[in-house]
């Protein structure tokens, strides 16, 4: 059954130049790089802080995969980690995570990095609505406690991990593994205080060794815990007893963007968290005197819904590292995607495009991949561009796109693009590309000549 809303005005709250929506990784790049190129820039997002699944779901470590390799971060990711390192340090004790985020002290700095680039940044400002004028977005409504406001604004940019803004304004596009449409499971992440972090540090790297003790048990059906996880991810270690970040809870078979299944996922999810957390306490002395001090406070998601852009990346773009004209980004080859179905049993390689297990493909010496403009440019709105995890990519492509460190590189393309096309009076979509490209070099974005 449907109803029928009848037609209302709606306040016009704000006008701007550049309006980002969506506060993660993509949404700063986007934000910072628009407002630098001295657009008046709004930054809208749903919770009441920034950093997305860095703050949201605890995920602090996130350029785990480039320790040990040629390759360092870039761009106003790389400004972001020395500055907040400096500033706050992060607390780990681990040789592991030296550079991991203490994604508290981020949300602190991340106001104040939007503050000193006057980004304008509304909080609890969720986007699901927009006013269409033929192909282009004449307005973006903001669900607000005061009812629903308008935002315009010359250009657009959807950085909600999950195209919100795109869906609303009618951008074709695919969701989850092409044959059954699942996505990577949801978790909830979870913070223990009160471990004996002594004990933890003595000799080998101990927290490793417990995670590959609980892999063993899980595999031989010893742990009769429900959640069908094997991996047991530690993040920081702080001599107060803390460990930051334990990625573990996993649910499957969630549509990110459905309520119910959101709903089922928190709850699920909150749940294995407290299985593990009474597992580890009873099965590891260091544990023994440990207590919850917090979960995330939204479940976080890997993939979602990826928009039909004016080109698609595939994976055998990444695999030949393809050159492309209008690249606007290189990042090493590196794939993570988790199984969509749980199976954790498969051979776990890109070939198998998902439907052989989880597929870790860890950086290999130089393999790098690019990502062309094309792909951030939606196939029909002309004043709309999209970055981070939801751009025009295959599923398994996304497994590497999803990288945080890149998602905020294509957020800088796509400010820095949003601001080109608003000085040379074109729609995105026809930004000249040299120009943006040596406006992204200058952002110390690596993009070759
Ligand atoms: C448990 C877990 C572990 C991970 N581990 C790693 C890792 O180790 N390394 C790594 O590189 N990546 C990792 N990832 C992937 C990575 O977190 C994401 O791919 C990345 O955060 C995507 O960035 P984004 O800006 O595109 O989206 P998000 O981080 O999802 O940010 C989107 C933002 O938009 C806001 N928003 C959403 N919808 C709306 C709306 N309608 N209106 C207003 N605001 C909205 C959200 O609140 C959020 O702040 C992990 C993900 C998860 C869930």
Not at 140 to 155: D, E, F, L
Not at 384 to 391: E, K, Q, T
Not at 405 to 412: E, H, I, P
């Amino acid at each position: 059954m449907k109803l029928t809303r009848p037609e209302k005005e709606i306040e016009l709250l704000f006008t701007t130049d550049v309006l980002v929506v969506g506060g993660g990784p993509a949404g700063i790049g986007a934000a910072v790089s628009s407002a630098r190129a001295g657009k008046r820039t709004i930054l809208l997002e749903k919770r009441g802080f920034l950093g997305g699944n860095i703050t949201a779901c605890y995920v602090e470590n996130c350029n785990y995969y480039l320790k040990n390799t040629e390759f360092s971060s870039e761009g106003l990711y790389a400004e972001i980690e020395k500055a907040a390192y400096e500033e706050y340090g992060n607390d780990n004790i681990r040789q592991k995570n030296l550079k991991a985020f203490n994604s508290e002290y981020l949300k602190v700095f991340l106001d104040e990095l939007m503050a000193e680039n006057k980004v304008q940044v509304l909080f609890h400002s969720f986007v699901n609505e927009v006013i269409m004028k033929n192909d282009r977005i004449e307005g973006v409504i903001v669900q607000t406690k005061k009812g629903p406001k308008a935002i315009v604004a010359s250009v657009i940019i959807d950085t909600t991990g999950d195209g919100d803004v795109s869906f609303a304004a009618g951008v074709p596009y695919e969701q989850g593994r092409s044959e059954d449409g699942l996505c990577m499971p949801g978790t909830v992440s979870m913070r223990i205080t009160g471990v004996d972090s002594g004990k933890l540090m003595e000799g080998t790297e101990r927290l490793t060794e417990i995670g590959n003790e609980f892999k063993r048990a899980y595999r031989a059906g010893e742990t009769g815990l429900k959640c069908k996880r094997q991996d047991l991810p530690f993040g920081r270690l702080t001599k107060a007893g803390q460990i930051s970040y334990i990625n573990y809870s996993c649910e499957y078979g969630l549509d990110p963007t459905d309520i119910i299944d959101l709903t089922k996922g928190e709850i699920n999810c909150r749940q294995y968290d407290l299985d593990i957390y009474r597992y580890l306490k009873e099965h590891f002395e260091e544990f023994k005197d440990s207590e919850i001090t917090s979960l995330s406070p939204e479940i976080g998601f890997r993939d979602s819904r990826r928009i039909e852009g004016r080109y698609k990346l595939t994976i055998e773009d990444m695999e030949s590292n393809r050159h492309f004209d209008d690249v606007i980004a290189v990042f090493p080859r590196f794939y993570d995607m988790l199984s969509p179905d749980a199976n954790m049993d498969g051979d776990g390689k890109v070939e198998g495009k998902g439907y052989k297990g989880h597929i870790y493909e860890p950086v290999v010496d130089s393999r790098t991949f690019e990502i062309p403009y094309r792909s951030l440019v939606p196939i029909n709105i002309s004043n709309l561009l999209v970055a981070g995890r939801c751009i025009s990519a295959d599923h398994v492509a996304e497994s590497g796109v999803r990288a945080i460190s890149l998602c905020m590189y294509t957020g800088q393309a796509a400010g820095t693009a949003a601001a080109l096309s608003i000085d040379s009076n074109v729609i995105p979509g026809d930004v000249d590309i040299k120009a943006l490209q040596s406006a992204l070099r200058a952002q110390n974005i690596n993009i070759p000549e």
